[in-house]
């Protein structure tokens, strides 16, 4: 049984920032690329940045390049995301996501964890 576990969201201010974190539980081998989603209300989900487990490349959302980091620990199937330079419009929902069959648009993830909530004020 597979699960994504995230962790680190909350409230910050505007130009604040935060680091998501989660932990990938009852995956034998590491999946080829993961990533993290967001869902404000209202709106579609969409792909925020994504990274090839392999060869360490990343991929971002137009609207978070340069302010938004994604990071994989090489020990461990865990997955982080910086954001910086924080804005009212990245409030949402933030899903972590393994095994996304188009990494590079990042979409179409196998796995997917629960949420977690940044608000933006």
């Known amino acids: 049984h597979v699960q994504l576990v995230e962790s680190g969201g909350g409230s910050v201010q505007a130009g604040g920032s935060l680091r998501l974190s989660c932990e990938v539980i009852g995956l034998v081998d590491s999946p080829r690329c993961m990533g993290w989603f967001r869902q404000a209300p209202g709106k579609e989900r969409e792909g925020v940045a994504s990274i090839y487990t392999g060869d360490g490349s990343t991929y971002y959302a137009d609207s978070v390049t340069g302010r938004f980091t994604i990071s994989k620990d090489n020990t461990k199937n865990n997955l982080h995301l910086q954001l910086n330079s924080l804005k009212p419009e990245d409030t949402a929902m933030y899903y972590c996501?393994?095994?996304?069959?188009?990494?590079?648009?990042?979409?179409?993830?196998?796995?997917w964890g629960q949420g977690t909530q940044v608000t933006v004020s």
């Open positions: 996501a393994a095994d996304l069959r188009f990494c590079r648009d990042i979409r179409s993830p196998t796995y």
